[in-house]
């Protein structure tokens, strides 16, 4: 599967099954960012039970509620209505790879508490 935009059409359709989300905050102007998305779409096409978003922090604030970027990338992931990680990465994609396959292998992974909103609910608004 590809990296989604928020406000794409095939995000909806994606976002309404239980599939694991892997939200990447980051920035136009940042020039790591802009490397490491190159990255993380390459990851987002071999992993296709996944759904990976791009989100620019300036033009989709309302994703992040009350919560702050400090730095990038900052990675948000989700599965079965929990936030299993919110923070910044280092941007090697391979620590985000392991991250997954770790968080996937685990029975009861412990949600992480943040004052983001429904990110997987203000995305379904966002979406085509």
């Not at 794409?8 to 976002?15: G, I, T, Y």
Request: with cysteine; hydrophobic share 40%.
């Amino acid at each position: 599967m590809t990296l989604l935009l928020p406000d794409c059409n095939q995000l909806k359709e994606r976002l309404l099954t239980e599939q694991p989300l892997v939200v990447c905050f980051c920035a136009a102007w940042c020039d790591t960012c802009g490397i490491y998305r190159t990255k993380l779409a390459a990851l987002a096409e071999t992993l296709e039970d996944t759904i990976f978003v791009w989100a620019d922090i300036e033009d989709y604030p309302e994703l992040l509620g009350e919560e702050d970027v400090e730095d990038f990338p900052t990675i948000l992931i989700e599965a079965s209505n929990q936030v299993q990680f919110f923070g910044t990465m280092l941007p090697h994609i391979n620590q985000l790879e392991r991250l997954l396959e770790t968080l996937a292998k685990e029975q009861n992974p412990t949600p992480v508490s943040t004052q983001l909103p429904d990110v997987r609910k203000r995305l379904l608004s966002l979406a085509g």
